[in-house]
Protein backbone atom coordinates (compact mmCIF):
# COMPACT_ATOMS: atom_id res chain seq x y z
CA UNK A 1 0.00 0.00 0.00
CA UNK A 2 1.42 3.55 -1.01
CA UNK A 3 0.07 6.87 0.57
CA UNK A 4 0.57 9.38 -1.91
CA UNK A 5 1.09 13.29 -0.13
CA UNK A 6 -0.56 15.88 -2.20
CA UNK A 7 3.32 16.87 -2.54
CA UNK A 8 4.22 13.88 -4.19
CA UNK A 9 1.13 14.63 -6.66
CA UNK A 10 1.96 17.78 -7.48
CA UNK A 11 6.07 16.94 -8.29
CA UNK A 12 4.84 13.63 -10.06
CA UNK A 13 6.90 11.75 -7.28
CA UNK A 14 6.22 7.50 -7.85
CA UNK A 15 7.23 5.49 -5.09
CA UNK A 16 10.30 4.01 -5.64
CA UNK A 17 9.12 0.19 -4.73
CA UNK A 18 5.87 0.50 -7.16
CA UNK A 19 8.64 1.70 -9.86
CA UNK A 20 11.64 -0.80 -8.91
CA UNK A 21 9.45 -3.78 -8.88
CA UNK A 22 7.11 -5.91 -10.79
CA UNK A 23 3.20 -5.80 -10.20
CA UNK A 24 0.54 -7.97 -11.22
CA UNK A 25 -1.69 -4.90 -10.72
CA UNK A 26 -2.75 -1.58 -9.24
CA UNK A 27 -5.84 -0.38 -7.59
CA UNK A 28 -6.00 3.13 -7.67
CA UNK A 29 -8.38 4.38 -4.38
CA UNK A 30 -9.50 8.12 -4.61
CA UNK A 31 -9.48 10.53 -7.23
CA UNK A 32 -6.06 11.70 -7.91
CA UNK A 33 -4.73 14.39 -10.50
CA UNK A 34 -4.81 13.35 -14.49
CA UNK A 35 -0.98 14.21 -14.79
CA UNK A 36 -0.19 11.71 -11.53
CA UNK A 37 -2.47 9.33 -12.94
CA UNK A 38 -0.75 9.34 -16.78
CA UNK A 39 2.11 9.00 -14.91
CA UNK A 40 1.31 5.68 -13.28
CA UNK A 41 0.03 4.66 -16.39
CA UNK A 42 3.55 4.84 -17.61
CA UNK A 43 4.30 2.00 -15.80
CA UNK A 44 2.69 -0.47 -17.82
CA UNK A 45 0.51 -2.32 -14.82
CA UNK A 46 -3.52 -3.45 -14.87
CA UNK A 47 -4.20 -0.25 -13.02
CA UNK A 48 -8.34 -0.33 -11.72
CA UNK A 49 -9.39 3.12 -10.48
CA UNK A 50 -11.65 2.57 -7.57
CA UNK A 51 -14.46 5.43 -6.54
CA UNK A 52 -13.37 7.90 -9.22
CA UNK A 53 -13.31 8.38 -12.68
CA UNK A 54 -11.64 11.10 -15.01
CA UNK A 55 -13.24 10.84 -18.90
CA UNK A 56 -10.14 11.80 -20.86
CA UNK A 57 -8.06 8.97 -19.27
CA UNK A 58 -9.21 5.53 -20.56
CA UNK A 59 -8.55 3.03 -18.10
CA UNK A 60 -10.99 0.27 -16.06
CA UNK A 61 -12.91 2.13 -13.27
CA UNK A 62 -15.44 0.80 -10.46
CA UNK A 63 -17.05 3.44 -9.06
CA UNK A 64 -20.72 4.11 -7.37
CA UNK A 65 -23.92 5.53 -9.57
CA UNK A 66 -23.32 8.24 -8.30
CA UNK A 67 -25.80 10.54 -10.83
CA UNK A 68 -28.80 8.26 -10.22
CA UNK A 69 -28.15 8.57 -6.32
CA UNK A 70 -27.96 12.23 -6.53
CA UNK A 71 -31.32 12.24 -8.77
CA UNK A 72 -32.73 9.84 -5.86
CA UNK A 73 -31.59 11.74 -3.19
CA UNK A 74 -33.63 14.80 -4.50
CA UNK A 75 -36.72 12.96 -5.59
CA UNK A 76 -37.72 11.72 -2.38
CA UNK A 77 -37.06 15.07 -0.86
CA UNK A 78 -39.46 16.48 -3.91
CA UNK A 79 -41.90 13.43 -3.28
CA UNK A 80 -41.94 14.25 0.31
CA UNK A 81 -43.55 17.80 -0.34
CA UNK A 82 -40.44 19.89 -0.49
CA UNK A 83 -39.96 22.81 -3.64
CA UNK A 84 -36.98 24.17 -2.18
CA UNK A 85 -33.57 22.39 -2.08
CA UNK A 86 -30.43 23.47 -1.76
CA UNK A 87 -27.30 21.38 -2.35
CA UNK A 88 -24.32 21.11 0.15
CA UNK A 89 -20.90 20.60 -1.84
CA UNK A 90 -17.25 20.05 -0.84
CA UNK A 91 -14.22 22.17 -1.01
CA UNK A 92 -12.46 20.00 -3.41
CA UNK A 93 -14.47 19.48 -6.45
CA UNK A 94 -14.57 15.14 -7.13
CA UNK A 95 -15.97 13.69 -10.04
CA UNK A 96 -18.32 11.88 -7.33
CA UNK A 97 -19.28 14.72 -5.91
CA UNK A 98 -20.26 16.20 -9.11
CA UNK A 99 -21.95 13.38 -10.70
CA UNK A 100 -24.68 13.76 -7.61
CA UNK A 101 -24.82 17.41 -8.15
CA UNK A 102 -26.22 16.85 -11.48
CA UNK A 103 -28.62 14.06 -10.57
CA UNK A 104 -29.95 16.46 -8.02
CA UNK A 105 -30.39 19.05 -11.12
CA UNK A 106 -32.08 16.63 -13.17
CA UNK A 107 -34.14 15.81 -10.38
CA UNK A 108 -35.18 19.90 -10.02
CA UNK A 109 -35.55 19.95 -13.87
CA UNK A 110 -37.54 17.05 -14.39
CA UNK A 111 -40.20 18.00 -11.52
CA UNK A 112 -40.40 21.59 -12.85
CA UNK A 113 -38.51 23.67 -9.98
CA UNK A 114 -36.28 25.85 -9.34
CA UNK A 115 -32.76 25.46 -9.66
CA UNK A 116 -31.55 28.93 -7.54
CA UNK A 117 -27.13 29.66 -7.45
CA UNK A 118 -27.94 30.95 -4.05
CA UNK A 119 -28.81 27.64 -2.35
CA UNK A 120 -25.47 26.22 -4.14
CA UNK A 121 -23.67 26.13 -0.73
CA UNK A 122 -20.30 25.42 0.92
CA UNK A 123 -20.93 24.80 4.83
CA UNK A 124 -19.18 28.13 5.40
CA UNK A 125 -21.69 29.70 3.44
CA UNK A 126 -24.74 28.63 5.42
CA UNK A 127 -23.00 30.38 8.76
CA UNK A 128 -22.60 33.87 6.89
CA UNK A 129 -25.85 33.57 4.86
CA UNK A 130 -28.85 35.85 5.67
CA UNK A 131 -30.64 35.11 2.85
CA UNK A 132 -34.22 32.36 3.10
CA UNK A 133 -33.06 29.25 3.37
CA UNK A 134 -34.63 26.31 1.42
CA UNK A 135 -36.64 23.64 3.34
CA UNK A 136 -34.17 20.59 2.30
CA UNK A 137 -30.99 20.16 1.66
CA UNK A 138 -29.09 17.52 -0.56
CA UNK A 139 -25.51 17.14 1.69
CA UNK A 140 -22.57 15.59 -0.60
CA UNK A 141 -21.63 13.09 2.23
CA UNK A 142 -22.84 12.11 5.79
CA UNK A 143 -20.18 14.30 7.45
CA UNK A 144 -21.31 17.52 5.49
CA UNK A 145 -24.56 16.53 6.76
CA UNK A 146 -23.37 16.25 10.53
CA UNK A 147 -21.82 19.58 10.26
CA UNK A 148 -24.42 21.33 8.86
CA UNK A 149 -27.27 20.12 11.61
CA UNK A 150 -24.56 21.55 13.77
CA UNK A 151 -24.37 24.77 11.98
CA UNK A 152 -28.76 25.39 11.79
CA UNK A 153 -28.82 24.35 15.26
CA UNK A 154 -26.54 27.13 16.07
CA UNK A 155 -28.98 29.35 14.09
CA UNK A 156 -31.55 28.07 16.30
CA UNK A 157 -33.11 25.72 13.53
CA UNK A 158 -33.98 21.87 13.84
CA UNK A 159 -33.73 18.97 11.63
CA UNK A 160 -36.03 17.50 10.36
CA UNK A 161 -38.83 20.11 11.89
CA UNK A 162 -37.76 23.33 9.90
CA UNK A 163 -35.01 21.80 7.78
CA UNK A 164 -34.31 18.45 6.26
CA UNK A 165 -31.64 16.91 5.06
CA UNK A 166 -30.62 13.47 2.31
CA UNK A 167 -26.92 12.71 2.56
CA UNK A 168 -24.46 9.63 1.18
CA UNK A 169 -22.60 7.03 2.32
CA UNK A 170 -24.70 5.84 5.06
CA UNK A 171 -21.38 5.56 6.60
CA UNK A 172 -21.86 6.89 10.02
CA UNK A 173 -22.81 4.76 13.58
CA UNK A 174 -25.87 5.82 14.67
CA UNK A 175 -24.92 5.81 18.18
CA UNK A 176 -21.98 8.51 17.56
CA UNK A 177 -25.35 10.32 15.66
CA UNK A 178 -27.58 12.99 16.93
CA UNK A 179 -29.73 12.16 14.64
CA UNK A 180 -30.45 9.13 12.15
CA UNK A 181 -29.82 10.08 8.93
CA UNK A 182 -31.56 9.94 6.11
CA UNK A 183 -28.87 8.85 3.73
CA UNK A 184 -27.68 6.69 0.49
CA UNK A 185 -26.20 3.53 0.75
CA UNK A 186 -23.48 2.37 -1.39
CA UNK A 187 -22.34 -1.43 -0.89
CA UNK A 188 -18.80 -0.57 -0.76
CA UNK A 189 -18.27 -4.82 -0.21
CA UNK A 190 -19.74 -5.27 -3.75
CA UNK A 191 -17.77 -2.60 -5.21
CA UNK A 192 -14.79 -3.82 -3.50
CA UNK A 193 -15.54 -7.26 -5.24
CA UNK A 194 -16.20 -5.60 -8.42
CA UNK A 195 -12.61 -3.92 -8.71
CA UNK A 196 -11.33 -7.01 -7.73
CA UNK A 197 -12.77 -8.58 -10.56
CA UNK A 198 -12.12 -6.13 -13.20
CA UNK A 199 -8.21 -6.09 -12.00
CA UNK A 200 -8.34 -9.77 -12.73
CA UNK A 201 -10.15 -9.88 -16.14
CA UNK A 202 -7.43 -7.03 -17.03
CA UNK A 203 -4.17 -9.16 -16.11
CA UNK A 204 -5.65 -11.70 -18.12
CA UNK A 205 -6.56 -9.95 -20.84
CA UNK A 206 -4.27 -6.59 -21.34
CA UNK A 207 -5.81 -5.80 -24.72
CA UNK A 208 -9.36 -6.19 -24.03
CA UNK A 209 -11.75 -3.17 -24.01
CA UNK A 210 -11.79 -0.61 -20.95
CA UNK A 211 -14.67 -0.89 -18.69
CA UNK A 212 -16.36 1.50 -15.90
CA UNK A 213 -18.15 -0.61 -13.59
CA UNK A 214 -20.94 1.47 -11.54
CA UNK A 215 -22.49 0.10 -7.89
CA UNK A 216 -26.33 1.53 -7.73
CA UNK A 217 -27.13 3.02 -3.96
CA UNK A 218 -29.86 2.06 -2.27
CA UNK A 219 -32.11 5.07 -0.25
CA UNK A 220 -31.95 4.56 3.30
CA UNK A 221 -34.94 6.50 5.26
CA UNK A 222 -34.69 7.30 8.83
CA UNK A 223 -35.19 10.96 11.00
CA UNK A 224 -33.70 13.58 8.74
CA UNK A 225 -36.46 13.84 5.96
CA UNK A 226 -40.35 15.30 6.98
CA UNK A 227 -43.29 14.45 5.01
CA UNK A 228 -44.52 18.08 4.30
CA UNK A 229 -47.36 16.34 2.23
CA UNK A 230 -48.87 15.06 5.72
CA UNK A 231 -48.95 18.97 6.96
CA UNK A 232 -50.51 19.95 4.18
CA UNK A 233 -53.15 16.94 4.75
CA UNK A 234 -53.71 17.51 8.49
CA UNK A 235 -54.24 21.30 7.93
CA UNK A 236 -57.13 20.04 5.69
Known amino acids: ?14 PSTLSGENFDGLFIGGEINDSYLFALRNLDVPMVGIDFYIPEIDMDYVFADNFHAGYVATA ?26 FGYLKALNRYGLECSDEWYFALRDIERFDGAL ?6 HNDIAALSLIQILKNRGLSVPGEICTVSFDNLILEEENPIALTTMD ?13 LVGRIDD ?5 KRVTIGAVLIEKGTVKNLNKEIESDH
Open 1 to 14: MFIISPEDEDWLVI
Open 186 to 198: IDIKLLAEKAFDR
Open 76 to 101: HLIQRGHKKIGFIKNEIKTSSVTDRY
Open 134 to 139: PTAFVC
Open 206 to 210: RNAPY
